[in-house]
């Protein structure tokens, strides 16, 4: 388990790298960063649900299993990257046309960029959470912790690229304080993994 783990904390920091690149601010690759952490954490914290009412009467309504963490999540968890960090970029790219030649981002900017691209992020949500859910319900026992595990991912990473990274780039002291944090949770849980393995 230490060893895929490491693999999404790889991927999500190689992300941030890409975004920091292209938008030439690492303000833009550690607020995207921030918004990766929370999708995985959220989808892990789902599963771990899972695990704890899967056989109860709420379980069975909502179709759960003992999900384990096996390739299958770790290709949901990294898909979930992805589509988020997409979404993300979107947003960012709308802030960076408005801003133009502006030195910092307001708030009434954030909130004009994001309106701009809003229809687009929520039919393209939309689209993906239907099929997901599709694959839920009717995939088989096969992909149905992939399809859970991305049924949580395609909501938190919708509002994550709208309500988390667009707002803490106006919040840099913040931003930086809580990449910080996570950098050094990061570290203490993967050493943890590492001594257990």
């Known amino acids: 388990a230490g060893i895929l783990f490491t ?39 789902c599963v771990i649900g899972a695990h704890l009412i899967h056989d109860t009467w709420l379980g069975h309504a909502l179709l759960l299993s003992d999900f384990r ?23 960012f790219d709308r802030i960076r046309e408005n801003r133009g030649r502006l030195a910092t981002i307001s708030p009434g900017l954030v909130n004009r960029s994001v309106n701009e691209t809003l229809s687009r992020t929520i039919i393209t949500s939309f689209v993906v959470f239907l099929t997901v859910a599709v694959m839920y319900v009717f995939g088989g026992e096969g992909i149905h912790g992939f399809s859970f595990a991305m049924i949580v991912g395609v909501v938190t990473g919708t509002y994550s690229s709208i309500a988390i990274a667009p707002p803490l780039m106006m919040r ?3 931003m ?22």
Not at 17 to 38: E, M, P, Q, T
Not at 71 to 77: G, K
Not at 176 to 190: D, E, K, P, Q
């Open 7 to 45: 693999a999404v904390v790889l991927a999500m920091i190689a992300i941030a790298i890409y975004v920091w690149v292209r938008f030439g601010s690492a303000d833009f690759g550690v607020a995207s960063i921030i918004a990766l952490y929370h999708d995985v954490a959220i989808a892990m914290a």
């Open 69 to 91: 963490v096996d390739l299958a999540l770790v290709a949901a968890l990294l898909t979930i990257v992805g589509y988020s960090i997409n979404d993300t970029i979107i947003i």
């Open 172 to 174: 840099p002291k913040i």
């Open 176 to 197: 930086w304080s809580t990449a910080t944090v996570l950098a050094g949770l990061t570290l203490i849980g993967l050493a943890s993994l590492g001594l257990q393995g």
